[in-house]
């Protein structure tokens, strides 16, 4: 599913123009351990805070939010719509909560409704685009204000992933490694993801503070909401996120992947009648394997090993 509906003239435009994009803004903590707000680099507003705080009990990603350390954290409930109503109050409650630990981040989404056997869940391949109930997280580890990752999942499960670039645009070719489960109920359904750090790029420090974003759609209303929203006059979407706040003492995990392959040729041709060393047939088997490595977290090392060429 496409997040955004990308446009090259403007992609082209964003990639010209990129240099004159205002400086990363950072949160700072005050004296008294509080984050401040943060001016946003599009509007007048202060940039939104979220607390992330780290869990205190196992979490089993199930998609049924019944543990305790759900409860403890902070709630996420300041929701906008984007679709039909730009601007107002969405016609249904949402709750999000963000829970980490040494390995992975996570989170928990409920989403409530009035009418839940009207809640629209279908099932399909990963990345589809289906018309069904959504929710989806958006992150800017690197705080670079331009790039990221999203990932999403719809009411009955289906899961959906890309990185967020040039600040406006998507891709959904990149598929992490994470979880994600999603239960319908009586009071609407509920999502839960369990995101590893392996996954994500960014800076090792003692304290971080993340770009942050949420969606829902609920589709029989064709209603869209975001925690953060871009007006349809205006530009920028990465760069409007809110700031990300509480995770500290973990470090970025060493990246490497390893996708091996085999293949196998295979002739057929006559043969001389009689010759016991020919019988026509030939298989010639052969086997490589492609390579990436982070080598620093804006750094990635590409390698193969008896490359298939025609994969290439």
Excluded at 70 to 83: H, K, N, S
Excluded at 137 to 151: A, M, V
Excluded at 187 to 216: C, H, K
Aim: proline residues 5%; glycine residues 6%; contains cysteine.
């Amino acid at each position: 599913m496409r997040f955004f509906n990308s446009s090259a003239c403007i992609v082209l435009f964003a990639v010209l123009f990129s240099a004159l994009s205002p400086e990363n803004v950072r949160a700072q903590v005050d004296e008294n351990g509080d984050v401040p707000a943060v001016q946003d680099q599009n509007t007048s507003s202060p940039r939104q805070q979220v607390l992330a705080i780290r869990k205190s009990q196992d979490v089993t990603v199930d998609g049924i939010l019944d543990e305790d350390a759900w409860r403890l954290a902070p709630a996420i409930d300041r929701f906008i719509q984007d679709e039909p109503n730009e601007g107002k109050d969405p016609s249904e409650k949402t709750v999000v909560r963000v829970l980490y630990d040494d390995e992975a981040i996570y989170i928990g989404a409920r989403m409530y409704d009035s009418a839940p056997d009207s809640i629209v869940a279908r099932l399909g391949r990963r990345d589809s685009n289906l018309d069904a109930d959504l929710f989806g997280f958006f992150i800017d580890p690197y705080l670079d204000r331009r790039t990221g990752f999203y990932f999403g999942i719809n009411a009955a499960g289906t899961l959906l992933d890309g990185v967020l670039l040039n600040d406006d645009w998507d891709d959904d070719s990149w598929d992490g490694v994470w979880q994600g489960k999603a239960k319908v109920d009586s009071e609407g359904w509920t999502a839960e993801m369990r995101i590893p750090y392996s996954q994500l790029r960014f800076r090792e420090s003692d304290v971080y503070t993340w770009g942050i974003n949420f969606r829902r759609d609920i589709s029989r209303r064709n209603e869209r909401i975001f925690l953060i929203h871009t007006p349809r006059d205006e530009s920028g979407f990465v760069s409007r996120f809110a700031d990300m706040n509480g995770i500290e003492q973990i470090s970025p995990p060493r990246q490497i992947e390893v996708t091996p392959y085999i293949t196998t040729k295979a002739a057929f041709v006559d043969n001389a009648s009689g010759d016991p060393f020919n019988d026509g047939s030939e298989f010639t088997p052969d086997v490589g394997a492609d390579f990436k490595i982070g080598v620093t977290p804006n750094l990635t090392l590409n390698a193969t090993v008896n490359p298939d060429f025609g994969q290439v």
